[in-house]
């Protein structure tokens, strides 16, 4: 019985009565099937995960290809717009060596109108300048003493003077403002101010924070062109003001005989108070305190368009000093896109 048994396993026939049964050709065949199978999926798997992770590592250096060329056309843009900035200044130191006499024919009052960088640069001998962007600047220098600064509201003793609410409430009415424009705004300003009691409202220190003292954005709007808010009090400039500013701030002018100032200053300008005093009407006269013939405040505007880019950069500067040591020094700056607004 042993040698049969041994007999069949050598033959690989199955004895009588056992239950083994001989391997099957086709069960091998599907069993090595399925391991390369596994094997294959294993391996698409492997190589979507490292395709995965490429393609991260790919995304994230791309990022910061993209950030840090922001970052640097941000800083260059800053420091051209620090350039525009800085020739303004000069342009107003120069200007007041010449002349103690402020009007729109001088220099600083013509607008730069959009020029390519590259036009001022020689770009043509740099090979490499093709490949720079394509930058664009622009700018203006504004008299803000051609407006009628509301802090000439607010006397030396704090309290609000009289003649200078008048004479807001003149502009007001010629700008289509409520009646109660300007002695609402004196209000405020002296409670700010005086800064009595919890419910004072913080001073304001630019035109379009004078929303605190509870104006309405369609007050300040309309206000906006013929007003603003300085540091400190300041006269007219008649070479600059626009005709409802110097009815506001010459008693008794009307319209007309502003009207007429402006078309004479165009062909001379106004050198000295005696000068507007002869265009005056009869019985008119001009507050020495109230008008000046030149000025110490300006807006400086520049635009820089940088490919899709669009900076702008507001500076209120103020030139003080005398002779050849006279300084203009900022007084604040911000910059911002081209979509915000900003009145100073």
């Known amino acids: 019985m042993n040698a049969c048994n041994a007999l069949a396993r050598e033959t690989g026939e199955a004895r009588p009565g056992s239950s083994r049964r001989p391997a099957s050709p086709v069960q091998g065949a599907g069993g090595a099937r399925t391991q390369r199978g596994s094997a294959l999926l294993l391996a698409m798997t492997i190589l979507a995960l490292v395709a995965s992770l490429a393609s991260a590592m790919v995304w994230q250096q791309e990022r910061a290809i993209r950030v840090e060329a922001a970052e640097r056309a941000r800083a260059q843009a800053g420091w051209i717009l620090a350039g525009a900035i800085d020739w303004a200044r000069l342009l107003l130191r120069e200007d007041k060596r010449s002349s103690g006499v402020d009007h729109l024919g001088e220099p600083w009052a013509v607008p730069l109108a959009e020029a390519r960088l590259s036009s001022f640069l020689a770009a043509d001998r740099d090979p490499t300048a093709e490949d720079l962007p394509e930058v664009f600047l622009s700018g203006a220098i504004e008299d803000l ?87 400190q009090a300041t006269p007219v400039n008649v070479n600059t003001a626009a005709r409802e500013v110097l009815v506001a701030a010459i008693d008794g002018l009307d319209l007309g005989s502003a009207e007429r100032i402006v078309q004479r200053r165009a062909n001379q300008p106004l050198r000295n108070l005696q000068e507007l005093a002869a265009e005056l009407p009869q019985g008119v006269q001009a507050e020495e305190a109230r008008v000046a013939v030149g000025s110490s405040f300006f807006a400086v505007r520049a635009r820089l368009r940088m490919d899709e880019r669009v900076l702008e950069q507001l500076a209120i500067v103020e030139r003080q000093g005398g002779g050849r040591g006279r300084e203009v020094r900022v007084l604040w700056a911000e910059r911002r896109s081209a979509l915000d607004g900003a009145t100073p």
């Open 145 to 231: 003493q051609s407006r009628f600064n509301v802090a000439a509201l607010v006397g030396e003793q704090g309290e609000a003077d009289p003649a200078q609410v008048a004479a807001l409430q003149r502009l007001a009415d010629l700008a289509g403002a409520p009646g109660d424009t300007a002695q609402r705004i004196a209000d405020g300003l002296v409670a700010a101010l005086a800064g009595d009691g919890p419910d004072a409202p913080l001073p304001p220190q630019r035109f379009e924070q004078l929303a605190w003292l509870g104006l309405d954005r369609t007050t300040l709007d309309r206000l906006a062109p013929y007003a603003t808010l300085l540091p």
